[in-house]
T-cell receptor, first 110, second 116 residues
Framework: QKEVEQDPGPLSVPEGAIVSLNCTYSNSAFQYFMWYRQYSRKGPELLMY????GNKEDGRFTAQVDKSSKYISLFIRDSQPSDSATYLCAMKASFNKFYFGSGTKLNVKP | DTEVTQTPKHLVMGMTNKKSLKCEQHMGHRAMYWYKQKAKKPPELMFVYSYEKLSINESVPSRFSPECPNSSLLNLHLHALQPEDSALYLC???????????????FGPGTRLTVL
């Protein structure tokens, strides 16, 4: 079983839709959770990070963590074509090692 | 400033060449990382330097040789690579500190390597 599971998609939505991206994990030691956006042939860009259960909002993005279910989500409101990218979740337990999901490819159609 | 820079952007090399990838950050981060990323796959960890010392080597072949000359710089020396080593090589940095859980990782734009 992988440490972090993420549906690879692709996920195709119309412009303006609410997008929900999700990851599940098996290691209860994970304490720190990140979402990255990666455009084709570019490096991952940090979108959001959180270290506690609950919601964290930043503009159109909301990160949600449910440690009891070992489940994290990223919501994108009013999605735009420029949001089309691959979204990676990442997690960290203690030492300097980060665990990545496989990435979900999102396509927002105009 | 949360910038990690990498040079070169693109590199084409033959299997007998020796080349180096360079990475730089000026955020005062004490942990630096090399990842390899193949198309449509997540980044795959290769090496971690913590306080300029190699702390994690994910069983990477010896044809890849990392070096951390100082706290801001990270190099990856390449020698006798194989065509299957063609990939996007990503550098990242984080505050580090080992057990510090309040940490996050910033990536550079990557070097796209092609081995002929």
């Amino acid at each position: 079983q992988k440490e972090v599971e993420q549906d690879p998609g692709p996920l195709s939505v119309p412009e303006g839709a609410i997008v929900s991206l999700n990851c599940t994990y098996s290691n209860s030691a994970f304490q720190y959770f990140m979402w990255y956006r990666q455009y084709s042939r570019k490096g991952p860009e940090l979108l959001m990070y959180t270290y506690s259960s609950g919601n964290k909002e930043d503009g159109r993005f909301t990160a949600q963590v449910d440690k009891s279910s070992k489940y994290i989500s990223l919501f994108i409101r009013d999605s735009q074509p420029s949001d089309s990218a691959t979204y990676l979740c990442a997690m960290k337990a203690s030492f300097n090692k980060f665990y990545f999901g496989s990435g979900t490819k999102l396509n927002v159609k105009p | 400033d949360t910038e990690v820079t990498q040079t070169p952007k693109h590199l084409v090399m033959g299997m007998t060449n020796k080349k180096s990838l360079k990475c730089e950050q000026h955020m005062g981060h004490r942990a630096m990382y090399w990842y390899k990323q193949k198309a449509k796959k997540p980044p795959e960890l290769m090496f971690v330097y913590s306080y300029e010392k190699l702390s994690i080597n994910e069983s990477v072949p010896s044809r890849f040789s990392p070096e951390c000359p100082n706290s801001s710089l990270l190099n990856l020396h390449l020698h006798a690579l194989q065509p299957e080593d063609s990939a996007l090589y990503l550098c990242a940095s984080s505050q580090g500190g080992g057990k510090d859980i309040l940490d996050t990782q910033y990536f550079g734009p990557g070097t796209r390597l092609t081995v002929l």
